[in-house]
């Protein structure tokens, strides 16, 4: 019985390898700067003066970034490995930061023009990236491990 190996990576998947690959990079610089506020006192101080109201918000967000870095970092090891699950959770991964791209955008103090610059290269990306998981032969011969 013959079995043929699954398919390295190269071709188009390359580019949803660089994009995950640059989001985790951002994740870990974001958390990073997260870490690097919460170690002054400053932070301390202006924390314990805030509502609980913002002091929720603020941990959410915390939070949130942490649980993204992990489920980024997850997928990239993932997507080496070429498990099976990967097409499935890079759509998924791709949605959570898509809803997190709209949450941006209706919500934060950034100027509303690099909010939808954001956006949109996100839901380009996303545009161009899931009907390729989702058809491409080369992907189904490509992640196959279990």
């Not at 390898?17 to 870990?28: D, E, N, P, R």
């Not at 805030?50 to 949130?64: K, V």
């Not at 954001?118 to 009907?131: D, E, N, R």
């Amino acid at each position: 019985m013959t079995t043929t190996p699954p398919q390295r990576i190269g071709g188009w998947l390359l580019g949803p390898l660089a994009w995950l690959l640059v989001a985790l990079l951002s994740a870990s610089l974001a958390l990073l700067l997260y870490v690097m506020a919460l170690a002054t006192p400053q932070t301390f101080k202006t924390l314990s003066g805030q509502e609980t109201g913002n002091l929720l918000l603020w941990g959410i967000s915390f939070i949130t970034a942490i649980a993204m870095w992990y489920y980024t970092l997850w997928l990239t090891i993932a997507f080496f490995k070429r498990r099976r699950c990967v097409p499935k959770h890079y759509i998924i991964w791709l949605l959570v930061s898509v809803l997190l791209a709209v949450k941006a955008f209706a919500f934060s103090p950034v100027s509303d023009a690099f909010a939808v610059r954001q956006l949109l290269f996100l839901l380009l990306a996303t545009a161009l990236i899931v009907p390729y998981l989702k058809r491409s032969a080369r992907v189904k011969t490509t992640f196959v491990n279990p």
